[in-house]
């Protein structure tokens, strides 16, 4: 059983896509970019849109303006269109009931983060909520893990879990000899979690208590 569980936070506690994707329509089409199709949108929930969104982008437009312009949609209310998964403040609360110490480890910037995982009404679990900074100076699940184990007093690896749907959670865990458990019921592509080399991929919320070694969550 670990003592610490770090959470990404969209595609694992909440189902943040339709926020996101808006917000990313609207700066394409403010920006003059041309849409992209329903599986390539998909692809780019999760990492950090400065590292994913610069083969997209047509010669003469600016990242920044693109991340700019969805930023300002975003924080204007698209950012609270999301919704815990079903089941994950049950899970949540059976981990802190057995005596885990839990954070947020996400690649949202911070300033984000925080209000969104209050809005879930999930801010009573975590111990700290860590994210990218607005300038993207923490701008890899690496930097952002790092931040969070900080926080949290740098615990030994081996007491520490990730729990995460993209690969970039995995290998941002394993820069710090951290494991991560897979949340397959998130954003990642068939096989991209085990790939990255995650320790287990559980497919809904409710399979985690058992793969972190817990009982299950109880009935509320």
């Known amino acids: 059983m670990p003592s610490f569980v ?6 694992t506690l909440s189902d943040s896509a339709p926020g996101i994707l808006a917000s990313l329509r609207h700066a394409f089409a403010e920006c003059g970019v041309p849409p992209l199709d329903p599986d390539t949108e998909r692809s780019l929930l999760g990492p950090p849109f400065y590292t994913s969104l610069p083969p997209y982008l047509p010669d003469g ?9 969805y930023r300002a949609y975003y ?21 802190r009931d057995a005596g885990v110490t839990m954070a947020v480890a996400t690649s949202k910037p911070e300033a984000q983060a925080v209000p969104i995982v209050e809005r ?8 700290t909520v860590g994210g990218d900074l607005d300038d993207g100076s923490r701008g890899t699940k690496a930097l952002v893990v790092q931040e969070v184990l900080r926080r949290l007093g740098d615990p030994a690896p081996d007491t520490v879990v990730m729990v995460g749907d993209r690969e970039h959670d995995v290998l941002g865990a394993r820069a710090h000899g951290v494991a991560t458990i ?20 559980c497919a809904a919320p409710g399979d985690l208590p058992a793969a972190l070694g817990l009982p299950g969550p109880a009935p509320r």
Not at 6 to 11: I, K, N, T
């Open 182 to 201: 897979g949340a397959g019921w998130g954003y990642g592509t068939p096989g991209e979690l085990t790939a990255a080399g995650a320790r287990v991929v």
């Open 61 to 69: 437009v600016e990242l920044w303006d693109v991340i700019d312009s």
């Open 6 to 11: 770090l959470f990404d936070l969209d595609g």
């Open 75 to 95: 924080r204007a209310g698209a950012m609270y269109d999301t919704a815990a998964y079903p089941g994950v403040a049950e899970v949540v609360a059976a981990v």
């Open 120 to 127: 879930l009404g999930m801010a009573e679990y975590f111990t």
